[in-house]
């Protein structure tokens, strides 16, 4: 999953408020955002997740998703919303991916 244009500008904009302007509401962690981008994530899960046969449901592991998860969840710790969207974007990459090798395998183990 390619980062968007709009996507990297955002990154950039938040950076450079965060830098220029530390102590103002647009250089703080914005739950609202993160909850928004992460419901977008979710949501593209889901349409995938439904396509899956029962066999294929059971045959699934998303424990690839683990280590993207530590990264989102370090990226809000240290208020870095950058590396958050990354993180989340790798997150559902590998979601995906795994949904599809179950699919392709057709819920074989």
């Keep these: 999953m390619r980062r968007s244009r709009r ?3 955002e990154d950039s904009l938040l ?3 965060r830098y220029l302007l530390p102590d103002t509401p647009a250089a703080r962690w914005d739950a609202e955002w993160a909850h928004e981008l992460c419901k977008d994530a979710l949501a593209h899960l889901a349409k ?3 396509g899956l046969s029962a066999t294929e449901k ?3 592991d998303l424990s690839c ?3 993207w998860d530590r990264r989102m969840h370090a990226a809000g710790l240290a ?3 950058a ?3 990354a993180a989340l974007e790798g997150w559902e990459r590998v979601g995906l991916e795994a949904m599809q090798r179950v ?3 057709g819920g074989a183990a």
């Design 15 to 17: 950076g450079l408020a």
């Design 83 to 85: 590396a958050f969207r």
């Design 7 to 9: 996507s990297l500008v």
């Design 48 to 50: 995938a997740y439904t």
């Design 103 to 105: 699919r392709v395998k």
């Design 65 to 67: 998703q683990n280590v």
């Design 58 to 60: 059971e045959a699934l």
């Design 79 to 81: 208020d870095d919303p």
